[in-house]
């Protein structure tokens, strides 16, 4: 079992800088994969970024890339999402997930824990 936990959502005016954290209290979380996704009301769950079990590789989906970056710290089981210049449009919740398979998965039926996600709102 992987239990993820993400927090760090709220209000946020455009261009701040705001970080999500997922965190694990299960003991082989160093062992997976993690991806962040978001949904927007309306909108299907869509593929953020994701990083390996060690954490030295990482990727991102096209709509982030440049703006949000992912590291994680698994003597904490934490993985971070620090969110850069933040526009109305990244208005989501945010998740977080782990797969025991490669990282950077970009569809969200290949991940098998999921945390119960973040609110963050954008606003002018």
């Known amino acids: 079992q992987v239990p993820l936990v993400e927090s760090g959502g709220g209000l946020v005016q455009t261009g701040g800088s705001p970080r999500l954290t997922c965190t694990s209290s299960?003991?082989?979380?160093?062992?997976?994969?993690v991806g962040w996704f978001r949904q927007a009301p309306g909108r299907e769950r869509d593929f953020v970024g994701g990083?390996?079990?060690?954490?030295?590789?990482?990727n991102y989906g096209d709509s982030v890339k440049g703006q949000f970056i992912i590291s994680r710290d698994n003597a904490k089981r934490t993985v971070y999402l620090q969110m850069n210049g933040l526009k109305l449009e990244d208005t989501a919740v945010y998740y977080c997930?782990?797969?025991?398979?490669?990282?950077?998965?970009?569809?969200?039926?290949?991940?098998?824990?999921w945390g119960q996600g973040t609110q963050v709102t954008v606003s002018s």
């Open positions: 299960g003991p082989t979380f160093s062992n997976y994969a």
């Open positions: 990083i390996s079990p060690s954490g030295r590789s990482v």
């Open positions: 997930a782990a797969r025991s398979g490669p990282f950077g998965y970009p569809d969200k039926e290949g991940y098998t824990y």
